[in-house]
């Protein structure tokens, strides 16, 4: 069936559907929001105070002047919020797999691309959310970016969880029990995490290791983290907006094949069944 046999009607009556069943598991899972808050917020209260004397930032853009580590890795915290909540969705996505819900959702007669491309996206404003409340809980904290770059940020935010998220829709094709997740979590979060400029310049990486400075800049992570630090600061990031499109484009794109039953994994593994 073609996609545009379904009238409008029909694609949001089946996009609200799958955001609602997100937004439920939200809803009902209080821990979940609570750690996503605990995380960055332990960096930012602990970490950052005690290397704010140990770790001076230099001017270099979008700062105009020097600022407070805790300023500094803020947007990185951000994106850490995000990254956290796209390996999330994969974990629901293993989950629904071994309970059948995964079946019910990839025989629906809508194209494959549309109900990823949904569920994405619901996961997305999930994320935003957490980030929002993150930066309110910041500004208390006296980091306080211009009052317009709460809105100016949106995009970036909108960009940047949707290439996490997609990357964790493609992990998620790969991971064949739950059990696994939690050395999936290890071998990818915290790698793209700490070899990102999320807590350190990357002229800072370059001063310890050429080689480290290297994979920093290399780390689609960086390019998410530099991209919500402009933003926050009414600029934009060209390379990163760049990299962040390209890398959102061949996640999606990698995560549709593999779920698509004639030829990724997804119909391999349940022929094989």
């Given at each position: 069936?073609?996609?545009?046999?379904?009238?409008?009607?029909?694609?949001?009556?089946?996009?609200?559907?799958?955001?609602?069943?997100?937004?439920?598991?939200?809803?009902?899972?209080?821990?979940?929001?609570?750690?996503?808050?605990?995380?960055?917020?332990?960096?930012?209260?602990?970490?950052?105070?005690?290397?704010?004397?140990?770790?001076?930032?230099?001017?270099?853009?979008?700062?105009?002047t020097y600022?407070?580590?805790?300023?500094?890795?803020?947007?990185?915290?951000?994106?850490?919020?995000?990254?956290?909540?796209?390996?999330?969705?994969?974990?629901?996505?293993?989950?629904?797999?071994?309970?059948?819900?995964?079946?019910?959702?990839?025989?629906?007669?809508?194209?494959?691309?549309?109900?990823?491309?949904?569920?994405?996206?619901?996961?997305?404003?999930?994320?935003?959310?957490?980030?929002?409340?993150?930066?309110?809980?910041?500004?208390?904290?006296?980091?306080?970016?211009?009052?317009?770059?709460?809105?100016?940020?949106?995009?970036?935010?909108?960009?940047?969880?949707?290439?996490?998220?997609?990357?964790?829709?493609?992990?998620?094709?790969?991971?064949?029990?739950?059990?696994?997740?939690?050395?999936?979590?290890?071998?990818?979060?915290?790698p793209m995490?700490?070899?990102?400029?999320?807590?350190?310049?990357?002229?800072?990486?370059?001063?310890?290791?050429?080689?480290?400075?290297?994979?920093?800049?290399?780390?689609?992570?960086?390019?998410?983290?530099?991209?919500?630090?402009?933003?926050?600061?009414?600029?934009?990031?060209?390379?990163?907006?760049?990299?962040?499109?390209?890398?959102l484009a061949?996640?999606?794109?990698?995560?549709?094949?593999?779920?698509?039953?004639?030829?990724?994994?997804?119909?391999?593994?349940?022929?094989?069944?």
């Amino acid at each position: 069936m073609s996609d545009i046999a379904f009238p409008p009607r029909a694609w949001a009556t089946a996009f609200l559907g799958i955001a609602r069943r997100e937004t439920l598991r939200f809803v009902n899972q209080r821990g979940r929001f609570l750690a996503a808050l605990v995380r960055p917020l332990v960096w930012l209260f602990i970490f950052a105070a005690g290397f704010r004397a140990v770790l001076g930032m230099s001017i270099t853009p979008p700062y105009q002047t020097y600022v407070l580590y805790e300023v500094y890795v803020t947007p990185g915290l951000c994106a850490m919020i995000q990254l956290f909540n796209g390996m999330q969705s994969s974990l629901s996505m293993v989950y629904d797999r071994e309970t059948g819900a995964m079946r019910t959702l990839l025989v629906s007669p809508f194209p494959r691309w549309f109900l990823l491309g949904s569920k994405l996206v619901a996961g997305v404003i999930v994320s935003i959310i957490q980030v929002y409340t993150f930066l309110a809980i910041a500004w208390f904290w006296d980091i306080r970016p211009p009052v317009w770059g709460y809105v100016a940020v949106l995009p970036a935010l909108v960009l940047s969880g949707m290439m996490l998220g997609a990357m964790g829709l493609f992990l998620s094709s790969a991971i064949r029990q739950l059990e696994n997740f939690a050395g999936v979590m290890n071998f990818v979060i915290f790698p793209m995490f700490f070899a990102s400029s999320a807590l350190y310049p990357l002229w800072r990486m370059r001063e310890s290791s050429v080689l480290l400075h290297d994979i920093c800049a290399l780390n689609p992570f960086t390019h998410a983290v530099e991209l919500i630090r402009f933003a926050l600061y009414l600029q934009v990031n060209w390379l990163s907006l760049t990299v962040v499109l390209g890398c959102l484009a061949g996640f999606f794109g990698a995560a549709v094949f593999m779920y698509d039953p004639a030829k990724g994994a997804w119909g391999r593994r349940k022929g094989a069944t």
